[in-house]
């Protein structure tokens, strides 16, 4: 997956971000306005209609964060980003005519959620099918959906305690990894060169049961002192990493392995013929 892969809107180029902590895509919001409006300075016209939609300014002030694209000049610069959901929010302020096509083509990019929403399988499906094409034993796949479904009852649990923000997420996802693995998320990728792809779309059984183990302690510990906010879930968040932490040196210790590998699931690099 390309975490800054352009996509196309009626001619239009929609710059957008793949945060992968989160497993979300975030659409650059002046392009989306440009693509809607068609005007000559969309970052003006987003500016009025937050003066002229006082709630729309508060909802994206709120919910919106600033995510690193690349510019035309092909630099990187921090621009406001939407997810699927705040678009949709969005275009509800916007008198345009694209606004139905546009989030038909929401749709077309990727947004399944929207439909997974009232039929769940649907994404489970999906996602079976997908790491079956691409190698995965039933074995692993299993492990994997097992592990996304402790995820999803932990980010569930932090949603309902004040963790609203994309960064709240990521930064207390990278704090459980970081005290189980002994490594952030970055540098695990690193490890296992990865670049845009999905670090646990790429973790051995190992990884993927300690990084399970860690978010489970986690969520048990935050359940049990009704941890909220931000500080006291980090808090959680170390504990329960130290539990999987303890288990995984405890492992190693026996088979002289380490869980944190470098084992990935990239197509081998082919050699370029040389020209003789």
């Known amino acids: 997956m390309n975490e800054t892969a352009l996509a196309v809107f009626e001619n239009h180029k929609i710059r957008r971000h793949y945060d992968e902590n989160t497993e979300t895509w975030y659409f650059s919001i002046i392009d989306v306005v440009e693509a809607l409006t068609v005007s000559v300075n969309p970052t003006d016209y987003l500016k009025k209609l937050r003066k002229r939609d006082v709630e729309l300014g508060v909802y994206i002030g709120t919910n919106c964060p600033q995510v690193e694209m690349v510019t035309e000049t092909g630099k990187k610069r921090k621009t406001l980003g939407g997810s699927v959901q705040h678009i949709l929010r969005i275009i509800q302020s916007i008198p345009s005519p694209k606004a139905e096509p546009f989030k038909r083509w929401l749709a077309k990019v990727g947004y399944e959620r929207l439909q997974d929403m009232s039929d769940p399988a649907r994404s489970l499906d999906r996602a079976r099918e997908f790491w079956q094409k691409h190698g995965r034993s039933e074995k692993w796949i299993q492990q994997r959906m097992m592990g996304q479904e402790t995820r999803n009852k932990l980010t569930d649990y932090w949603k ?9 997420y990521a930064l207390l996802t990278n704090i459980i990894h970081q005290e189980w693995s002994g490594v952030s998320v970055k540098e695990h990728k690193d490890i296992k060169g990865l670049k845009t792809q999905n670090l646990r779309d790429h973790m051995n059984e190992a990884e993927l049961i300690f ?29 329960g990493g130290k539990i999987a932490k303890q288990a995984r040196l405890e492992l190693e210790s026996k088979t002289g392995k380490s869980v944190v590998t470098g084992e990935n699931y990239l197509p081998p690099v082919q050699k370029q013929k040389q020209i003789k």
């Open 160 to 168: 309902d305690h004040e963790i609203t923000k994309e960064d709240e």
């Open 211 to 239: 990084t399970a183990l860690a978010e489970l302690s986690t969520r048990q510990i935050a359940e049990s002192v009704d941890a909220t906010g931000v500080p006291e879930n980090a808090e959680a968040g170390k504990k």
